[in-house]
């Protein structure tokens, strides 16, 4: 064994191709299942299309090239990303179309993106939403002699990035005209900081604003391609963005790109309850989502009657939008595997590498079982992570997918 596969047979939830769940695998583990996760990236692609849109998922959310590669094989017009380190990973990966939902700020991530751009091929847009951020991206391209796609985004108070109000946005797009190095080519918005009782109105109304901002801009000659890119949506609305730019013909101006990014895997928590409220509103979407994310360990103590303690901690699952949910009990080594239901079963507390669960009557549990668990919010499972499991219908690995966190 090379020291290079040493090293890897250490990593948690180490895992070769044709390994079974139950009986080969070193736990915890990440776990995809090939079925759900296919079905998400058709359903995703079917809906964005059918809505006159185009898709770039969000890749922050997985960081998992394969996946890349499944959702753009799948028709997905470019991939979604947070910082010029995830771009070069996706780029190097043949990732050649990026929307980097964010501003690039700092010369050494201005240069790796400067460096990216000596590919013609490689198509790339980043965010402004300050004149100082304009000026020193305008300095430094044009010290690289390279012109940069820039978008203008718009945010709401009290939220995230992006100008504050629409005078803001026009002033922006002049001082990108004034920079010789930079070309605006779209506006972008992000609704997922828009919360409470009328969410919903709230977020129409933010979308119809940044489509009059958007027709306002080209009417007005500000944008340096003749179909510029208007998005935005995450992956909890994205059917209200999606119907307001249909409703408002914007991909009849505009290049109408949704960005959603947990759908890939969907969850057990945040995101289906998320998914349930999208087809309450939708009653023309007889299906949905299926979650296609989970991670499995061992039952490693039994210490006192009705509670047991996981091999499973903050360092292996998301824990800041809900504990990890309990699914089945396999019996380890038993194979063909068959799942004992233990959702009655509960999660009380994470620390670094346990979980405590309480266990319902009439569950029986030794060291050793194996326990799949439901996550909510998948970007931060994800990231625990270097190795993914997916997994057949048999729960035998069929590809180990790295990640590039």
Known sequence: MSSAESTAAVDKGFAQTGAHLVRDVSLPALVLHREALEHNIRWMQAFVSNSGAELAPHGKTSMTPALFRRQLDAGAWGITLASATQTRAAYAHGVRRVLMANQLVGTPNMALIAD??????FDFHCMVD?????????????SRGVRLNVMIEYGVVGGRCGCRTEAEVVALA???????????????????????????SGIR??????????????DSGAFATPKPIITASGSAWYDLIAESFEAQNAGGRFLSV????????????????AQCCVLDRRSDLHEGLLPALEV????????????AVIALGKR?????AGLPVPLLRYKAGVIPAVG??????????????????????????????IISFGTSHPCLTFDKWRTGCLVDERLQVIETMETCF
């Open 174 to 200: 002049q001082a990108i005209s004034a920079q010789p190095a930079l070309a605006l080519t779209g506006i972008e918005g992000y609704e997922g900081v828009i919360h409470g009782d009328h969410a919903v």
């Open 316 to 320: 292996d699952v998301a824990y800041d």
């Open 258 to 273: 949704l960005r959603p990014g947990s759908y890939v895997a969907h969850d057990h928590g945040i995101y289906k309850e």
């Open 296 to 307: 499995w360990a061992h039952v490693q103590s039994l210490p006192e009657p009705g509670f």
């Open 116 to 121: 990216l751009l000596a590919d013609p091929t």
């Open 340 to 369: 004992d239901d233990v959702s009655a079963c509960k999660v009380t507390a994470v620390m670094d590498q346990h979980a405590f669960m309480t266990v319902a009557p009439g569950v029986e549990l030794r060291i050793g079982d």
């Open 205 to 218: 109304e933010f979308a119809a604003s940044l489509v009059r901002l958007a027709v306002q801009l080209q």
């Open 130 to 142: 300050h004149p100082d951020n304009v000026a020193d991206l305008g300095a430094y391209f044009a």
